[in-house]
């Protein structure tokens, strides 16, 4: 039966708490390649200004973009370092500070570039834990404040000081501490969601990957038990003849003996190991009604009755299979009033597996969503608030998508009904055995 990790597992604790062991946040590489387009776009901003005869303090500005050229320069030649979260946070405070000082002596909330003080807090959220992103986005927020009440005005060609009405100063202000919610808030959650998927496929697989090494493990004890009785039954019959020969030698006698009673011993253990091996090595593949028992088997108990109405061909055991269907069932008696049917159809060239449940069914409006990661987290066994209902369903998905499977939801009279197609070539396999009896072991 496939599970996932224990509790106590290093991953599913990573995964609880939302934080890879040892993980890099952002590769330093890619902020210094982000901070020499950022370099670029300055200088052009500057360049242009410059021609179009608009008056600001170019000393300082040129100061200021030259200390991000030299820090990108002592980063370059510095040994690679692992980005670490406290050294990505002093480097996008770096980043910050130098954008919002540039804002101040170019305009502050006239400066038609003032946007880019947003990149510093978005890439954090992108990249780091809510605290960190919390503390950039307050200091981001506090600089914002400071280049709008003391940033030094821009001058026309002719010397005259360009204005922005106090008015549109403040919406500027508003719009830009609007845009650092919303933008950091956005990327956080995008980002930890996207991380959560990846660790819960992760951990699947890992689990998936264990069963079928045990599988193969069947395979060889099995073999071994069987390539092991012929030699076996030799030693039995060359300790019996040597015990009758050593009759008048009761020593020997009784060590011919000894020898036969182990090698007896010896063909007891293989039998039950070979019983064991064959059977995991039956168990890539087995009857439809084995492979959806199998699947049924940890909700049978929990409450509604899971009813089994299947008669189908042998299919491959996939432990990925089994896995999806058991979330599409446990979905099901999670949400049942009573009872939860699995029947099976089956054709020339498809076998559908369908999953339907008595209890409230899916919201409307959510039905074309199914499927997807995140839709909402369980804080009510009631599918009329949809609780809970993303992740195990995304990943029931995307492995009986792998499998070659197409899903389909819908609502029943009552009840959620999901349906599992798959070509009947890709899922039938051959029931054979993987190897025959030995008889010398019985022997």
Not at 208 to 221: A, K, N, Y
Not at 364 to 377: E, V
């Amino acid at each position: 039966m496939t599970q996932l990790p224990p509790a106590d597992d290093p991953l599913t604790k990573a995964m609880r708490t939302g934080n890879t062991p040892n993980a890099e946040p952002i590769r330093m590489r890619t902020l210094v390649l982000l901070r020499w387009f950022s370099i670029s776009g300055q200088m052009a901003a500057v360049i242009v200004a410059w021609f179009m005869g608009v008056g600001f303090v170019k000393t300082p500005v040129i100061l200021l973009i030259a200390a991000s050229i030299l820090m990108n320069l002592w980063l370059f030649l510095c040994p690679p370092k692992r980005t670490s979260p406290n050294r990505a946070v002093l480097q996008l405070s770096f980043d910050l500070v130098q954008i919002s000082a540039l804002m101040a002596l170019t305009g502050g909330m006239a400066n038609p570039f003032a946007l880019l003080v947003l990149a510093p807090v978005t890439i954090a959220a992108a990249s780091l834990n809510g605290r960190q992103v919390l503390a950039l986005g307050l200091a981001t927020v506090a600089l914002i404040s400071f280049a709008a009440v003391f940033g030094l005005s821009l001058r026309e060609p002719d010397g005259d000081i360009l204005r922005m009405e106090p008015i549109l100063q403040l919406g500027h202000w508003v719009a830009l501490v609007i845009g650092v919610v919303f933008f950091a808030g956005y990327a956080h959650r995008v980002t930890a969601e996207l991380s959560d998927t990846a660790n819960a496929l992760f951990a699947t697989q890992m689990a998936l990957s264990r069963e079928q090494r045990l599988q193969h493990l069947g395979g060889v004890v099995a073999a071994a038990a069987h390539e092991m009785g012929t030699p076996l039954a030799t030693i039995k019959l060359i300790a019996g003849e040597l015990a009758d020969e050593l009759s008048d030698d009761p020593d020997l006698h009784a060590d011919a003996i000894t020898l036969r009673n182990s090698a007896d011993r010896c063909a007891a253990i293989l039998r039950s190991m070979g019983r064991a091996g064959k059977d995991d090595l039956h168990m890539r593949a087995a009857p439809l009604r084995a492979v959806l028992e199998d699947a049924a088997a940890p909700h049978a108990d929990r409450g509604p009755l899971v009813e089994i109405i299947a008669d189908g061909p042998v299919i491959r055991r996939d432990p990925a299979i089994i896995h999806a269907l058991r979330n599409l069932i446990q979905n099901a008696v999670d949400f049942a009033e009573n009872r939860v049917v699995i029947e099976t159809q089956v054709t020339r060239e498809t076998l559908t597996v369908t999953v339907r449940d008595d209890g409230p069914g899916y919201p409307p409006h959510l039905l074309s969503r199914i499927g997807d990661p995140y839709l909402s987290r369980r804080s009510e066994a009631q599918r009329g608030s949809y609780e809970g209902m993303g992740l195990g369903l995304f990943i029931a998905k995307t492995l009986l998508e792998r499998s070659g499977a197409k899903l389909s939801f819908a609502n029943g009279g009552p009840g959620a009904i999901v349906s599992v197609r798959w070509p009947i070539d890709r899922i039938r396999s051959v029931d054979r055995l993987a190897l025959s009896h030995n008889p010398n072991i019985d022997s």
